[in-house]
Nanobody, 115 residues
Framework: QVQLVESGGGLVEPGGSLRLSCAAS????????MGWYRQAPGKERELVAS???????NIGDSVKGRFTISRDNAKNTLYLRMNSLKPEDTAVYYC?????????WGQGTLVTVSS
């Protein structure tokens, strides 16, 4: 079964930028819809952005214009570029893979936006 490993989280000041990465352990990645979700303390997990096999993207309203999702199928890696970060973007960010009956989650990476 494919495994997902996120990296790139950390502490950043408001207005700053981060790039998250999600590495998949096998080529299932290339046939999967990939997504980034986040969960803030006391809140439900929400979709941040998703990308299809062909590269069509869906960006959440709260991050539209600031976040960009992309994928590198040759490297089996998903990215989330986050610009103009706000304190309300603070959350654990999870990578997700959907392919046929598979719905796989990574362990999450914490992003904290604070001065």
């Amino acid at each position: 079964q494919v495994q997902l490993v996120e990296s790139g989280g950390g502490l950043v000041e408001p207005g700053g930028s981060l790039r998250l990465s999600c590495a998949a352990s096998n080529n299932n990645f290339r046939a999967a819809v990939m997504g980034w979700y986040r969960q803030a303390p006391g809140k439900e997990r929400e979709l941040v952005a998703s990308i299809t096999v062909s590269g069509w993207t869906n960006i959440g309203d709260s991050v539209k214009g600031r976040f960009t999702i992309s994928r590198d199928n040759a490297k089996n890696t998903l990215y989330l570029r986050m610009n103009s970060l706000k304190p309300e973007d603070t959350a654990v960010y999870y990578c997700n893979l959907k392919q046929n009956v598979f719905n796989i989650w990574g362990q999450g990476t914490l992003v904290t936006v604070s001065s």
